[in-house]
């Protein structure tokens, strides 16, 4: 049968629900908190075209940490950046 186009179909839907309430809840928060999709162009010898991946969110570091020192002055925060960066 199509079981598998069908859970494919029925992933991609929860997917897009999830990434719907996560762009709602960036931008109910107060102040809301500015984001990105991750994207890139490419280019053939007659025009360029931009590719937008909906899938992936991008908070930009120092807009977080204004957020967070906006909204929440008196935490503490620490950052583990990977040694392969």
């Known amino acids: 049968g199509d079981g598998g186009a069908t859970s494919i179909a029925a992933a991609a839907a929860r ?3 999830v990434q719907r ?3 709602q809840m960036l931008n109910e928060l107060t102040p ?3 984001y990105d999709r991750e ?3 490419q280019c053939d010898r007659d025009s360029c075209v931009e590719h937008v991946n909906r899938d992936r969110i991008i908070i930009q570091i120092q807009d977080l940490f204004r957020w967070l020192l906006q909204t929440k002055p008196y935490e503490s925060y620490v950052v583990s ?3 392969s960066l």
């Open 32 to 34: 809301p908190l500015s």
């Open 15 to 17: 997917a897009d629900s």
């Open 39 to 41: 994207w890139h162009v």
């Open 81 to 83: 950046i990977p040694s």
């Open 21 to 23: 309430r996560v762009e």
